[in-house]
């Protein structure tokens, strides 16, 4: 008697469970947080998908918009994984989410988020003011290589810049002096007024002074060129620009994925819906123009290829982080 | 003069009824987060931001920027009335502002406030109207010793603020600097002082620390003098909004003063907190009527004012021009900007002069509109103190709490927000000045972070800060002068009495 009371129970959960998994939709305000401060790249990344969302009616739930940049992003971690399961709070990001919890103590896990989708890789290049004699890739290198070295400034300490520039100077033996400041903008007008260097931002943070003739492009870190799209200064589109390879500095790619997170105890059936959302978003013609118009790579990845990719770079920096001695203890 | 033809253009875009409709709905919700301490221009403006994804690009900033100017207006109304200022822009206009209402000269102080902040806006757009493309090339100028530079001059032009004693306010200050530190270290990546509370890797908000120690800290002492405020038994007179804009004349010298301070801050980017703290410091240094400072001294109302404004106004030229965000809200809108399908930065200024001379245009229109709004709100705001303290008391300390939360929406910045009330209360008794703290903490470790990269462009010289440019080395010898003048001064002062005693002895 008990037996069957217990079994149709589990039966009847096991049907609820697969009723449920097929319509699980948020029925309340769903909380996006983005782990950077306005107007940063993870703060437009995040309101483009909040606006593509409502604009194409893909979710019925509101979505509200959160910044929580505080501590290079991890506030926003910490915020997004307190719950661990809460299908609500849907937190953007970079590789930061891994990167972050080797490099400090933070105050969350990288464990204790599921990965839900990267929407886009975004490149890095080197770029230089536009008066400066380092015409290509390879005389800047060897600038780097004499005396003292070269002045590079970046975004935050010990993030995706330092990191590039580290391995940059591990493969050619170029020195850099790493100036760290708050944003890629910052870092963006320094190089156009000329008191830095040199710095590795990315095509979007960058473009703004490039159009301008202020600053220039030497190479891109990407397996190859970039999309042409239109004409950025009179002379020169993004596709004119070398990869860093075919320039003669030996580093084959070197990419930051955006990246979409949910906590680490939601239902697979929630991480299902939230990347499906993704998938449609990623296919309309808004979210087209946004990857060219920040000169991304839109590359969709979720599943088991997301998380492939992540151990991949997760290897990579923390390969970075032992030789420079940033891992924390 | 292609700039004044630029303009019209501008003007014949922003003149429209619905654009004056936006203004109109921008402003007062402006007002309102604006007054509601915790909530400020930047939450509100993007809270709004969602709304203008589909509005053509020139409504949405008209939209986005009309609320910018009523969240400036209405954070100085919470730091006149209560004590509380509702923006870190606004912390100075306590200082002469809430002594003011005290005595029952809210309606005076409030109308002041407005009006300078007006007078301040229109000389930025002003500015920007004039000098649009050399603002750019001389805010490219500035690199990391520039900013450290501007930020000591802030520091220096601000000692021997208080009457009291220097010792006191370096205390104050050093406490300021050391509650700056708490959080990531943006330079090396580390964390400091945050005891493994994983909420404090953000640091501490300015703004919790700020409701603490004014609104929690009056609110005790208010206590402890039994439970009143004076300005209570104060009449309402429409006639006495008429009578303090009609002395506003006679405050020419700081109106014009600190219009230029604050033009250089918002400029540079220094930042409208950096431009109203240091207009304040020189108000009281060049003024006759210097011991009536912190005392209910209208000046001390004009003079924070004024920058403040001119400061938030001018900032928008380098977001537009540069795509550098001289103030939070600044930065909120940016993002929006690149949302909308524009490129922040030089070019902006060619591709689409439509929506840049849109934008100046509308803040003529805009801030006009705002300083009609907010003076037709005076009456109103000022009869807020007339409600007995026994009522609008544990509002206020609701109101608080409820600011301290939605910074950020942290537990631990409730029990923060305590702590730094019982501080500032003990500050009060003490007679520890609380300004110096608050200024150290919000400019603290921006100033920590240009001496730092300076050192790292220079490999430890500090002699970087005379040979980098011609700017720095003017910019740091005034902050030396203004650091040791009191120190100068002092020595003038006992030579002249020594000689004047030998004289008495002779």
């Keep these: 008697m008990f037996k069957t009371k217990l079994i149709a129970t589990m039966l009847a959960s096991a049907f609820c469970a697969a009723g449920a998994s097929a319509a699980w939709t948020p029925d309340k305000p769903v909380e996006f947080i983005v782990t950077s401060g306005a107007g940063g790249g993870t703060d437009i990344f995040t309101r483009t998908i909040q606006s593509i969302i409502v604009k194409n009616k893909l979710m019925d739930a509101p979505i509200v918009v959160v910044n929580k940049g505080g501590g290079a992003g991890s506030e926003g971690y910490v915020y997004g994984s307190a719950e661990q399961n809460n299908p609500y709070r849907v937190t953007f990001g970079t590789n930061n989410e891994y990167l972050l919890p080797l490099v400090a103590k933070m105050g969350y896990a990288s464990e204790g988020f599921t990965p839900v989708a990267a929407m886009a890789l975004d490149e890095f290049l080197i770029w230089v003011n536009s008066n400066s004699p380092h015409k290509d890739a390879k005389s800047f290198i060897e600038a780097a290589k004499k005396g003292d070295g070269l002045r590079m400034g970046g975004s935050q300490s010990k993030d995706t810049d330092q990191t590039l520039v580290s391995i940059i100077s591990e493969a050619t033996g170029a020195k850099f002096t790493y100036i760290p400041f708050k944003s890629g903008g910052e870092a963006a007008i320094q190089l156009a007024g000329a008191h830095i260097d040199s710095n590795v931002n990315n095509p979007n943070e960058n473009i703004g002074q490039w159009k301008a003739n202020m600053v220039r492009p030497l190479c891109v870190f990407s397996p190859k060129r970039m999309a042409a799209g239109p004409k950025v200064t009179k002379d020169m589109s993004w596709s004119d620009i070398p990869t860093c390879k075919e320039s003669g500095v030996p580093i084959e790619t070197y990419q930051m994925p955006r990246t979409i997170w949910l906590p680490a105890g939601v239902s697979p059936e929630v991480v299902t819906f939230y990347s499906n959302v993704m998938a449609k978003v990623q296919q309309t013609p808004d979210w087209k123009a946004y990857i060219e118009k920040t000169s991304q790579t839109g590359t969709f990845m979720a599943g088991d290829e997301l998380r492939k990719y992540i151990t991949q770079d997760t290897a990579r920096a923390y390969s970075v982080f032992k030789r420079e001695g940033w891992l924390a203890k | ?506």
């Design chain 2, 1 to 506: 003069m292609d700039n004044f033809s630029n303009l019209m253009d501008g003007f014949a875009i922003a003149f429209s009824f619905f654009h004056l409709a936006l203004m109109a709905v921008g402003v007062l919700l402006g007002i309102l987060v604006g007054v509601l301490p915790g909530l400020g221009a930047p939450n509100g403006v993007s809270l709004l931001l969602p709304l203008t994804f589909t509005m053509d690009p020139v409504s949405a900033i008209i939209l986005l920027t009309s609320m910018y100017w009523g969240a400036l207006f209405g954070g100085s109304t919470t730091s006149i009335l209560f004590n509380i200022p509702g923006e870190p822009s606004s912390v100075a206009t306590t200082f002469d502002g809430y002594p003011m209402a005290q005595q029952g000269h809210a309606t005076h102080a409030l109308t002041l406030a407005f009006m300078s902040a007006g007078f301040g806006a229109m000389f930025g757009v002003v500015v920007i109207t004039v000098l649009s493309g050399w603002v750019t090339q001389f805010a490219l100028k500035f690199s990391s010793p520039e900013y450290f530079a501007v930020f000591l001059l802030t520091f220096a032009s601000f000692i021997g603020m208080g009457s009291g004693s220097a010792f006191k306010a370096i205390v104050s200050m050093m406490l300021g600097f050391a509650f700056a530190t708490v959080g990531m270290d943006g330079i090396s990546g580390n964390m400091r002082l945050t005891f493994g509370f994983s909420e404090l890797v953000k640091g501490i908000s300015f703004l919790v620390a700020v409701i603490g120690l004014f609104g929690l800290g009056e609110l005790m002492q208010t206590m402890e003098e039994g439970l009143r405020f004076d300005g209570i038994h104060a009449r309402i007179r429409v006639r006495d909004v008429f009578k303090a804009v009609a002395s506003m004349p006679s405050h020419w010298m700081t109106l014009l003063r600190s219009s230029l301070i604050g033009c250089w801050m918002g400029i540079t980017p220094g930042g409208p907190t950096a431009a109203s703290f240091m207009s304040y410091g020189l108000a009281k240094r060049f003024s006759r009527r210097k011991e009536h400072f912190g005392k209910g001294e209208p000046a001390g109302v004009v003079a924070p004012e004024t920058a403040d404004h001119s400061a938030g106004t001018c900032a928008i030229l380098p977001m537009l021009a540069l795509g550098v965000p001289g103030s939070a809200t600044a930065a909120v809108m940016m993002g929006g900007l690149m949302i909308w399908g524009l490129t922040p930065g030089p070019m902006l200024f060619i591709e689409r002069p439509d929506f840049v001379w849109g934008t100046i245009a509308s803040m003529y229109l805009g801030n006009v509109m705002a300083v009609v709004l907010v003076l037709a709100t005076v009456p109103m705001f000022a009869a807020i103190l007339r409600i007995p303290f026994s009522i609008i008391g544990p509002m206020i300390v609701v109101v608080c709490f409820i600011g301290a939360y939605t910074i950020s929406g942290s537990r631990l910045d409730l029990w923060l927000a305590l702590p730094f009330g019982i501080l500032g209360y003990v500050f009060k008794k003490l007679g520890y000045p609380i300004a110096p703290m608050v200024l150290a903490m919000v400019l603290g470790d921006k100033a920590e972070d240009a001496f730092r990269q300076s050192m790292m462009m220079s490999k430890g010289s500090l002699a970087i800060f005379w040979n980098n440019s011609a700017l720095v080395a003017t910019i740091m010898s005034l902050a030396m002068l203004l650091l040791f003048w009191p120190m100068v001064s002092m020595i003038i002062r006992r030579l002249r009495g020594a000689e004047h005693g030998k004289r008495i002895s002779a």
